[in-house]
C-alpha cells in the first residue's frame, strides 16, 4: 500500500517528466539534436561549465581535507561553531550566495577594492564562478572526510612513529591512503553539485555567451527565445552526465564502505 | 637484557605513543589558522557583507525595503505558501519510501533508492524544464488543460478520495479474528466495492454542485501549482533519505510486538512507529524546507517572473538585483539568511539530541546533503 503511493508518488513527480524530457527530444531530428547539443556557444558553455566545476572540486579536495583534518584532530576556542558554519552554504539559499559573491568582489565591494587593483576580479569573470562554486561544495568533502578521519585506528600511526617515521611521512603513507575512498567520493559530490549549480552562478557570472555562459544558463537563455527542442536537447545532454555522475556516485560510496576501517 | 634498559624501552613507547597523534606546535597552528581564515573568508564574510548592506541605509529603510514593496510583500506571501504545501507532500512522501524501503523487500527496491537520489544530481534547471515540457503551452498536457483545465479536477479529486478510503480501511482494519465483522474480513470484495461507491459519490457531489468553473484554462505552469511541483521535486529525498538509515535502525520488532498485540495498523503507527523516529522526521523536515525555502533554478524555470504574483523570495532577490536595489535585494536576502541560521542552530541541537534517543548511525555523505 505505502509502496503503491510511493511508486506513484515518484512516477508524477520524476518518471514522468523524464519521460516527457526524452520524448520531445526524440521529436527532433539526429541533425537538430546535434545542432543544438553541438554549437560553438554550447561547447564553450559545456567547457566552461566541467571546467569550473573540477577546478571548484579540486579547490574544495584540498580545502576540505584540511578543514575536516584540523576539524577532527586539534581544539581551539569556536571549534563548534565553525563545524557548524561549514553547512552554511548548504542551509543558505543560492540565490543569496551569489548575491553576496557578486557584491563582495565588485570594485565597490568589500573584498574587492583590494582586490580588483591587483587585477583580480572576482565578480562577473570565471574566476567569480569558480569561487562561488567553491563556496557551494565546500560542506560535501568535509563531511564525507570528517567521519573516516574519527574512526581512524591511532594505532596505526604509532606504529608508523615506532618505525621512525616523520609526521609528514605517516601522513603521507599511513593516513592519505585510508582516506582516498572518502575523498574521491566528496570530490564527485562537489563536483555533480557545480555542474548542476545554477542560482548562484547567475549572480556572480554576469551571462556573456562563449565567456562566462555556464550550460543552465544556455538552456533558459533558450526557454526564453521559445526554443523548446533545442533547450530540451542541451537539457538530455545534462540529465545523461547526471545519470552517470548518480551511478558513479553510488558506486563509490559503496566501494568507500567497504573500505572503512 | 637488563630491567634498567627495559624501563627505558617502555619509556619511550609511552612517549611515542603520546606524540604519534600529536604535530608540532607550529603545524597546529598555522593549519589551524589557515582552516580558520577560509571558514572566515569563504563564509563568515559573506553572511556579515548580507546583513551590513542590507541595514546600510538604516533600520527604517530596511523595513520598508521588506515591507513597503508589495511586490516584496507578495513573494514572502508566496512563499509561505508553496513551502508548507511541497513539505506536507514530501513529509507523506518520506514516511511512505522510508517504510516501503526499510520494511519490505521487493523487486526494484535498489531502484526505487536510486530513483529517491535522483533530484540530487539532476541539475534544478532541468527539472523545472521538465515541467514546462508536460504542463507549458506548447507541452503535452498544456493545451487540453488550457481548454477545459478544471475538467480534470473531479476525477482527480475522487481519485484521491478512493486512495485515502483504502489507506484508511487498512489502517483501521482491527486484526484479532474474532472481532472481525464480514465488512473488515473480505478485503478482496469490500475495498472494490468500497472504492467505486467512494469514487461516485465524490464525482457525482461535484458534478452536481458545479465545485469547478467550466471551459477555463487550469494554469500550472507560470502559476502557483507549477512552483509547488518544482519545488517537491527538489525536495523530496530529504525527509526519506533522512528516515530510512533510521527505521533500518530501530526495526520492525517493537511494531511486530505491536500488531501481535492486537494495535491496528493506525495505532501501531502513532504510538510505535511516530516515536521511534521522531528526530529523524524533524531532521528531516528541518533540512527540506531550508531547501524548499531558498530553491531558485527548477521554481525560475517554471515561474514566468510575473512581478507581485509568481515571485517567491529568491526570485525577488534577482529582480532587484537587476534593477540594480541592491539594499532592497539584500533586505530580502538577510531574511533567508536569517532562516539559514536558523536552521543550522536547530541542526546543531538536533544533533546532539540524536545519539542518544534514537540511536542515529552518523551522517553519510548524501544525507548531509541539502
Redesign the interface.
Known amino acids: 500500500?505505502?509502496?503503491g503511493?510511493?511508486?506513484f508518488?515518484?512516477s508524477v513527480?520524476?518518471?514522468?517528466?523524464?519521460t516527457?524530457?526524452f520524448?520531445?527530444a526524440s521529436t527532433l531530428s539526429f541533425h537538430e539534436f546535434w545542432g543544438a547539443v553541438w554549437t560553438e556557444r554550447a561547447r564553450a558553455a559545456y567547457y566552461l561549465t566541467f571546467g569550473a566545476a573540477f577546478i571548484a572540486a579540486l579547490v574544495n579536495l584540498v580545502?576540505g581535507l584540511?578543514?575536516a583534518?584540523?576539524?577532527v584532530?586539534?581544539s581551539?576556542p569556536g571549534k563548534?561553531i565553525?563545524d557548524?558554519?561549514?553547512?552554511?552554504?548548504?542551509?543558505?539559499?543560492?540565490?543569496?550566495?551569489g548575491?553576496?559573491?557578486?557584491?563582495?568582489y565588485v570594485q565597490k565591494g568589500?573584498?574587492g577594492q583590494y582586490l580588483v587593483p591587483l587585477g583580480i576580479r572576482g565578480a562577473y569573470t570565471r574566476l567569480g564562478i569558480v569561487l562561488v562554486l567553491?563556496?557551494v561544495g565546500?560542506?560535501?568533502v568535509v563531511?564525507?572526510v570528517q567521519?573516516i578521519l574519527e574512526d581512524l585506528d591511532?594505532e596505526s600511526?604509532?606504529a608508523?612513529?615506532?618505525l621512525g617515521s616523520t609526521?609528514w611521512q605517516?601522513f603521507r603513507n599511513v593516513i592519505l591512503p585510508t582516506l582516498y575512498p572518502?575523498l574521491i567520493?566528496?570530490f564527485a559530490?562537489a563536483f555533480?553539485?557545480g555542474?548542476?549549480?545554477?542560482?548562484s552562478v547567475?549572480?556572480v557570472s554576469g551571462n556573456m555567451p562563449y565567456k562566462t555562459e555556464i550550460?543552465?544558463i544556455l538552456?533558459?537563455a533558450r526557454?526564453e527565445e521559445f526554443a523548446?527542442g533545442e533547450?530540451?536537447a542541451i537539457?538530455v545532454v545534462?540529465?545523461v552526465i547526471?545519470?552517470i555522475?548518480?551511478v558513479l556516485?553510488?558506486r563509490l560510496?559503496r566501494w568507500s564502505m567497504r573500505h572503512e576501517y | 637484557m637488563s630491567t634498567e634498559a627495559l624501563v627505558k624501552s617502555s619509556a619511550v613507547t609511552l612517549t611515542i605513543r603520546r606524540h604519534a597523534q600529536e604535530d608540532a606546535a607550529w603545524v597546529r597552528w598555522s593549519l589551524t589558522l589557515f582552516a580558520l581564515a577560509v571558514v572566515g573568508l569563504l563564509v563568515v564574510v559573506p553572511v556579515v557583507n548580507v546583513f551590513a548592506e542590507a541595514l546600510s541605509e538604516g533600520l527604517r529603510a530596511y523595513w520598508n525595503n521588506l515591507f513597503a514593496d508589495p511586490d516584496t510583500r507578495q513573494s514572502i506571501f508566496l512563499t509561505l505558501t508553496v513551502v508548507p504545501i511541497a513539505l506536507v507532500a514530501n513529509v507523506v512522501f518520506g514516511l511512505a519510501a522510508a517504510w516501503a524501503v526499510a520494511r519490505f523487500n521487493f523487486p526494484g527496491r535498489t531502484l526505487l533508492t536510486a530513483l529517491i537520489d535522483l533530484p540530487f544530481s539532476v541539475s534544478p534547471v532541468v527539472a523545472g524544464l521538465m515541467f514546462v515540457l508536460i504542463f507549458g503551452l506548447q507541452g503535452y498536457l498544456g493545451p487540453l488543460l488550457r481548454r477545459d483545465g478544471y475538467s480534470v479536477m473531479p476525477y482527480l479529486i475522487s481519485i484521491l478520495g478512493v486512495g485515502l478510503f483504502i489507506l484508511l480501511f487498512f489502517l483501521f482494519r482491527p486484526n484479532s479474528h474474532q472481532r472481525s465483522q464480514a465488512f473488515w474480513k473480505y478485503p478482496w470484495l469490500s475495498v472494490p466495492i468500497g472504492s467505486a461507491a467512494v469514487f461516485s459519490l465524490l464525482f457525482f457531489i461535484q458534478q452536481y454542485f458545479h465545485i469547478w468553473p467550466r471551459n477555463q484554462s487550469l494554469k500550472i505552469i507560470f502559476a502557483t501549482p507549477g512552483l509547488v511541483l518544482a519545488t517537491a521535486f527538489v525536495t523530496f529525498p530529504f525527509v526519506a533519505r533522512e528516515l530510512i538509515p533510521v527505521m533500518e535502525a530501530v526495526g520492525a520488532d517493537e511494531e511486530l510486538a505491536a500488531v501481535s498485540l492486537g494495535a491496528s495498523g493506525w495505532r501501531m503507527f502513532w504510538d510505535v512507529t511516530v516515536p521511534n523516529i521522531k528526530w529523524g522526521l524533524v531532521y528531516g523536515i528541518i533540512l527540506c524546507n531550508a531547501r524548499a525555502i531558498g530553491e531558485f533554478g527548477a521554481v525560475y524555470v517554471v515561474s514566468g517572473h510575473i512581478a507581485g504574483k509568481t515571485d517567491t523570495m529568491p526570485l525577488r532577490i534577482e529582480k532587484l538585483f537587476q534593477e540594480y536595489n541592491l539594499p532592497g535585494s539584500f533586505a530580502v536576502a538577510s531574511l533567508l539568511t536569517l532562516v539559514a541560521i536558523f536552521t543550522l542552530i536547530a541542526k546543531a541541537t538536533l544533533e546532539r539530541k540524536i545519539p542518544t534517543t534514537a540511536g542515529l548511525p552518523e551522517p553519510k555523505a548524501n544525507e548531509t546533503q541539502l
Open positions: 500500500m505505502t509502496l503511493y510511493t511508486v508518488y515518484l513527480l520524476v518518471l514522468i517528466p523524464i516527457a524530457c520524448l520531445k580545502l584540511l578543514l583534518w584540523v576539524l584532530r586539534y581551539f563548534k565553525v557548524s558554519l561549514v553547512d552554511l552554504p548548504l542551509a543558505l539559499p543560492t540565490a543569496v550566495g548575491l553576496v559573491y557578486a557584491s563582495l568589500w573584498l567553491v563556496f565546500l560542506p560535501f563531511r564525507t567521519p591511532p600511526e604509532e608508523a612513529a615506532s609526521r605517516a572518502a567520493t566528496g559530490l555533480a553539485r555542474i548542476g549549480e545554477y542560482g547567475v549572480f550550460a543552465p538552456i533558459v526557454l523548446y533547450a530540451t537539457a545534462l540529465l547526471s545519470f555522475m548518480l556516485i553510488n560510496e
